[in-house]
Nanobody
């Protein structure tokens, strides 16, 4: 089992920044990818960004087109924590942001079903 706890959400004005954190505990050594998704009422949970680890080849990061150039995902293995730095925030970024961990050998980072564990979510509200 893996437990995920998100933090860092809040209210910010358009153009501002926030940094979300996702702290993982439990059987984290089997995690091959961690991702951030977001959801607004009445809509499906959508992919935001992910970081994956494959053997000894280091890490790779991925992000949705809607956040490219504004959001950056990073990981701190020593702290079992993944961050999402969000800059130039827009009102349309308002959502509940969820952290997820995938432990299968190949995680399709943009696919919700490929993630095994989810956090409870943290609210991000961007005012215009």
């Amino acid at each position: 089992q893996v437990q995920l706890v998100e933090s860092g959400g809040g209210l910010v004005q358009a153009g501002g920044s926030l940094r979300l954190s996702c702290s993982a505990s439990g059987r984290t050594f089997s995690t091959h990818a961690m991702g951030w998704f977001r959801q607004t009422p009445g809509k499906e949970r959508e992919f935001v960004a992910a970081i994956s680890w494959s053997g000894g080849s280091g890490s790779r990061t991925f992000s949705a087109d809607s956040v490219k150039g504004r959001f950056t995902i990073s990981g701190d293995n020593a702290k079992n924590t993944v961050y999402l730095q969000m800059n130039s925030l827009k009102p349309e970024d308002t959502a509940v942001y969820f952290c997820a961990a995938g432990q299968r050998s190949f995680v399709r980072v943009g696919v919700r079903a490929d993630y095994d564990y989810w956090g409870q979510g943290t609210q991000v509200t961007v005012s215009s």
